[in-house]
């Protein structure tokens, strides 16, 4: 009888386990979302070399400062109205060269230097308003600069301002047209400086081009006109700026991975 009692017990228990079962609550297994992409983007660091082409525009005012004459090896200066403007002129030609410089990007900002040299043969004349038979001509041999630009990059795209020392060329000639007719030239070498600013875009991982629009001021500098083998002389102070639009291309070297960013 008691065994009876036993199994009949067990039995129930085994019949109620099920029942016990669904009611204890079943809990889900925890959700995790998937991790955010992460986006590549162009890294600009790294150097470059490249070549560039494009125009340039100046403008050249002329202030004589004095004038006088070496004959048998005596000078004189002549009595001039000293200080006088004598006129200005424009002048505008192609220009074309090359560049070189490096990049280092830090997040979307990107700091870099740069040196450039161009050629050019941009040559102006005006008639002097003074003494109406002369002339006074340049010409614009060459451009260069050494710079440092600041840009902030939007993937492959940089937007860049730039400004540094930069130094030019130039050749001078005033020349008498009445009798004896007179030529008497003058060369110089010029610093100055620069500004700038341009947009370049990666077209692959290794090539970039761009397009940018420079400012130059070269202030007033004494230029002095006079023939190899003496004679006339005339001391000019000359002030120039020049505009310069040009765009290059590219070749990057260096190349560093792609910058990385959660998005």
């Known amino acids: 009888m008691r065994k009876l009692l036993l199994a009949t017990v067990a039995l129930g228990a085994l019949a109620a386990a099920p029942v016990l079962a669904a009611d204890i609550p079943v809990r889900a297994p925890a959700y995790r979302a998937p991790p955010p992409p992460v986006i590549a983007f162009y890294n600009w660091s790294g150097c470059y070399v490249g070549g560039n082409g494009g125009g340039l525009w100046l403008h050249k005012d002329y202030t004589l400062r004095s ?8 000078t004189a200066l002549a009595v001039a109205p000293l200080g006088i ?3 200005g002129h424009d002048a505008s030609d192609g220009i074309g060269g090359i560049q070189a410089g490096c990049n280092w990007q830090v997040g979307g ?11 050019t ?27 440092g630009r600041v840009g902030y ?4 795209f940089l937007g860049y301002v730039k400004g540094g020392g930069a130094w030019e060329r130039d050749d001078y000639t005033w020349f008498v047209t009445a009798a004896p007719a007179v030529a008497i030239g003058a060369s110089e070498n010029r610093g100055g400086w620069t500004v700038g600013i341009g947009g370049e875009y990666a077209f692959t991982d290794w090539l970039t081009g761009f397009i940018e629009y420079d400012y130059y001021d070269f202030g007033t500098r004494t230029i002095t006109f006079a023939p190899v083998a003496g004679g006339v002389f005339a001391n000019v102070d000359v002030r120039e700026t020049k505009n310069v639009v040009k765009a290059g291309l590219n070749f990057k070297f260096g190349l560093g991975g792609p910058v990385m960013a959660g998005y």
């Open 67 to 74: 004038a006088g004459a070496t004959l048998d090896g005596v």
């Open 109 to 119: 900002w990107v700091f870099g230097v740069q040196g450039d040299f161009d050629w």
């Open 85 to 87: 403007g004598l006129g």
């Open 153 to 156: 990059a939007w993937d492959r």
């Open 121 to 147: 043969n941009a040559t102006g004349r005006h008639l002097d308003p003074i003494v109406g038979l002369t002339t006074l001509d340049s010409r614009t041999k060459s451009l260069a600069s050494v710079t």
